[in-house]
């Protein structure tokens, strides 16, 4: 869990044709589960988001917790739930076996005995998910969902306005960027931001596919536009955001 002197940002960007992107960190269960140990979170936008897609990104907040307190819920009953539904086995085998005096055969009391504890299982498991442990969980996490506040980033901003330019011109345009991006002072009220927002960027362009052609790009030239133009079209990378992470990772941050 993060401790309450931590900070997570939540990124409102908004993209060429007005769609609206949110860049968070809320996929992981314990970070979304932090809200709860009163860490900071703070909403920045560049252009004002629009009321409905603060209310859909609200609501896939709320779905994130009722997911993850569901596999929180899994996680920490597993035991009880498992022991219980292994004692119900047990007792039905032998009940079968041994009080019944009719010629079961032990397939047919195996059978019986696996769908008990199978049942017993899911119907604690059911229980579980509508305890008022689970509930006053998910109630918490959604309180402090609804205390996010967005506010007005000069960074964010600027982000915006390079990530929409890259939008309007034709992809070929964009590999002089991609593969010596131009450096850029980031002043030091917006260097968080920034560190924040690059730790987002680098989570979505993180995978094997990307590592890859990261170590290529330096041995890139601006001739070789045809080997990034194809690795892009057949790994369907999102190139107008990948130029635009290209800029702020490799941009100068002053000490």
Do not use: C
């Amino acid at each position: 869990m993060s401790s309450k002197n931590e900070r997570i940002v939540i990124f409102h960007i908004y993209r060429n044709d007005g769609t609206s992107l949110f860049l968070h960190p809320f996929d992981d269960r314990n970070t979304l589960f932090s809200l709860e140990d009163g860490v900071k979170v703070e909403g920045l936008f560049g252009r004002e988001p629009r009321v409905e897609s603060l209310t859909m990104f609200r609501n896939k907040l709320y779905r994130l917790i009722e997911t993850g307190v569901k596999e929180w819920i899994v996680d920490t009953k597993f035991i009880p739930r498992f022991i219980l539904s292994s004692a119900v086995f047990l007792l039905v085998y032998f009940f079968t076996s041994l009080v019944i005096r009719d010629p079961i055969p032990i397939v047919d009391e195996l059978l019986i005995s696996i769908a008990a504890s199978v049942f017993v299982y899911f119907f604690l498991s059911k229980r579980d998910q509508n305890s008022e442990k689970a509930s006053g969980k998910r109630l918490k996490l959604r309180i402090h969902v609804d205390r996010i506040v967005f506010n007005e980033s000069s960074f964010v901003k600027k982000f915006e306005e390079i990530l929409n330019y890259n939008e309007s011109v034709e992809a070929w345009e964009l590999i002089p960027s991609i593969i010596s991006p131009e450096s850029e002072l980031i002043p030091e009220t917006e260097r968080e931001d920034a560190q924040i927002l690059l730790s987002y960027l680098e989570r979505m362009f993180s995978g094997k596919v990307y590592r890859k052609q990261e170590k290529k790009l330096s041995r890139y030239k601006k001739e070789d536009k045809k080997k990034l133009l194809s690795w892009a079209k057949a790994n369907k990378v999102d190139l107008s955001l990948y130029a635009a992470y290209r800029n702020i990772k490799l941009i100068s941050l002053p000490d």
